[in-house]
């Protein structure tokens, strides 16, 4: 059974920073692309950085681009997002995700999921 399961939430003030980490067992990552996505409340959860396990190739939403950085270590099993100068409207439930989908932005493109951690960011 493959599994993913997030780490590293919490309690942050405005500005300041978090790493997230999300383990995975060798079959919910080996040649999988990966991202990160999150959920606020009332909202749809959203895509937020993902990364292709062929070439490396990242990519962000625009309203984290330049403040959070997605990596991956394969011999770990472990897919990281670093989240720098983080805003209130950052806060939500963050999901790591794993998939063979052709691309790395849709809920649909991923075939695992974790079960969330939470991310709360103080004004």
């Known amino acids: 059974q493959a599994q993913l399961v997030e780490s590293g939430g919490g309690l942050v003030q405005a500005g300041g920073s978090l790493r997230l980490s999300c383990a995975a067992s060798g079959r919910a990552f080996g040649t999988k692309n990966l991202g990160w996505f999150r959920q606020s409340p009332g909202k749809e959860r959203e895509f937020v950085a993902g990364?292709?396990?062929?070439?490396?190739?990242?990519d962000y939403s625009d309203s984290v681009k330049g403040r959070f950085t997605i990596s991956r270590d394969n011999a770990k099993n472990t897919l990281y997002l670093q989240m720098s100068s983080l805003k209130p409207e950052d806060t939500a439930v963050y999901y790591c995700?794993?998939?063979?989908?052709?691309?790395?932005?849709?809920?649909?493109?991923?075939?695992?999921w974790g079960q969330g951690t939470q991310v709360t960011v103080s004004s």
């Open positions: 995700a794993a998939g063979v989908g052709g691309s790395i932005w849709f809920i649909s493109d991923y075939n695992y």
């Open positions: 990364i292709k396990w062929r070439t490396g190739t990242t």
